[in-house]
Every structure is written in structure tokens, then in C-alpha cells.
T-cell receptor, first 111, second 115 residues
Framework: GEDVEQSLFLSVREGDSSVINCTYT??????LYWYKQEPGAGLQLLTY?????DMKQDQRLTVLLNKKDKHLSLRIADTQTGDSAIYFC???????????FGPGTSLSVIP | DVKVTQSSRYLVKRTGEKVFLECVQD?????MFWYRQDPGLGLRLIYF???????EKGDIPEGYSVSREKKERFSLILESASTNQTSMYLC??????????????FGEGSRLTVL
């Protein structure tokens, strides 16, 4: 398909792990991103992965990249109420080109 | 601290009015972008600019124009606002240097309602 796809909603209990999945469009994309948007704010880069990597870990965040299936995932360990936000998957299709975003996954953390 | 500032957080306009949305960044970034954000659709690119006086159409440019007279400022113009342009508008910037991650820095958004 031509669109970056994500499920729209995810609900988890505080302390559990959250996994947000994304399917992107272009196997030649150079960088893949996860952005976070808190209520009433713009987007902030959470983490990114270069296309020649399979995994990236940064504290509670783990990004997995499956280039064959064009699948990207974000795992948040020990999810906290402060992690409640919208998470956007995005790809940069060629070197320093425009960035294409998915629809965003709204993560709700239940205390 | 890096900053992208959108001058208006909330606007209410009438159908047919001309609307200006202003965006200023203080990071000396070459590239600037305008997106609109709608629930379930994510961010869609309207226009972008690689440098001063340059502009490129994004995926949904119809009904919009832009102006980039100075490096730090990128304006989005709705020549004749329509109700289907009611949306959240997000401005972003990034460095023009190649070989870096391409991180976009976003403003807080301008929520436009067209009556």
C-alpha cells in the first residue's frame, strides 16, 4: 500500500509493556521514526532507527525493524501514566527527503 | 533549547476569509514544513521549503500557498478559507545537513476553525 499504517488505539495497565506496531511503505526508506504527541502539544522525536539496523534500545524503549515485512515496532517497558500520548510512526523515503507519517496510535495507560 | 513558534494557537475564521499562519524557528534550519493533522489520518504534508524562496508541493497543496522570504519564517496562506480546512496545522523544521537523522522539530500547532 501507499500509506504508513498503525492501529489507532491501544490500552495497557500501568507497569505492563506496550507494543505499538507499524507497517511502512518503502523498503528503501533510510530512517524510520517514532514521534510522541502529548495532549495540546506538537510532536517530539522519541527515537529513530537507521535502515541498516534491526534493533535499537534506549532505556525503556526498544525498536524492532523487519525490513523484509516492512514492519516497525516500538516496545515501552514498565509503561507509566505519563506515557499516555499519541505515537506516530514515520519514514523518510530517500536520503533527506520528506517524512511520511502514519495515523498515530493513541496509547491509554490505566492506573 | 530549540524552538519552533507558531504565532496563533487558536483561530476562528469565516468561509472565504484569507488566513495567514506564521511559523518562526530559531535554529537556523534550512528546511521547513507545513502539515495538517486530522484524527485517523495522521499528519499530511501540505508544502515544504528546502531554503529561502524555495517551495515544494506536498501531498495536499490544493487550497494553500506558502511564503519563505526569510530563512527563519515560513508562512502558510489560505487564500479563501473553506470549512474542510478546519484542522490542526503543524509547522516543523530541520537542518539541511545531509548524513544526520533528519529529525523534525515541531511547533505546538495552530487549531483553525472555519465557520
Amino acid at each position: 500500500g501507499e500509506d504508513v499504517e498503525q492501529s489507532l488505539f491501544l490500552s495497557v495497565r500501568e507497569g505492563d509493556s506496550s507494543v505499538i506496531n507499524c507497517t511502512y511503505t518503502d523498503s528503501s526508506s533510510t530512517y524510520l521514526y517514532w514521534y510522541k504527541q502529548e495532549p495540546g502539544a506538537g510532536l517530539q522525536l522519541l527515537t529513530y532507527i537507521f535502515s541498516n539496523m534491526d534493533m535499537k534500545q534506549d532505556q525503556r524503549l526498544t525498536v524492532l525493524l523487519n525490513k523484509k515485512d516492512k514492519h516497525l515496532s516500538l516496545r515501552i517497558a514498565d509503561t507509566q501514566t505519563g506515557d499516555s500520548a499519541i505515537y506516530f510512526c514515520a519514514e523518510m523515503k530517500t536520503s533527506y527527503d520528506k517524512v511520511i507519517f502514519g495515523p498515530g496510535t493513541s496509547l491509554s495507560v490505566i492506573p | 533549547d530549540v524552538k519552533v513558534t507558531q504565532s496563533s494557537r487558536y483561530l476562528v475564521k469565516r468561509t472565504g476569509e484569507k488566513v495567514f499562519l506564521e511559523c518562526v524557528q530559531d535554529m537556523d534550519h534550512e528546511n521547513m514544513f507545513w502539515y495538517r493533522q486530522d484524527p485517523g489520518l495522521g499528519l499530511r504534508l501540505i508544502y515544504f521549503s528546502y531554503d529561502v524562496k524555495m517551495k515544494e508541493k506536498g501531498d495536499i497543496p490544493e487550497g494553500y500557498s506558502v511564503s519563505r522570504e526569510k530563512k527563519e519564517r515560513f508562512s502558510l496562506i489560505l487564500e479563501s478559507a473553506s470549512t474542510n480546512q478546519t484542522s490542526m496545522y503543524l509547522c516543523a523544521s530541520r537542518t539541511g545537513l545531509a548524513g544526520v537523522s533528519g529529525e523534525l522539530f515541531f511547533g505546538e500547532g495552530s487549531r483553525l476553525t472555519v465557520l
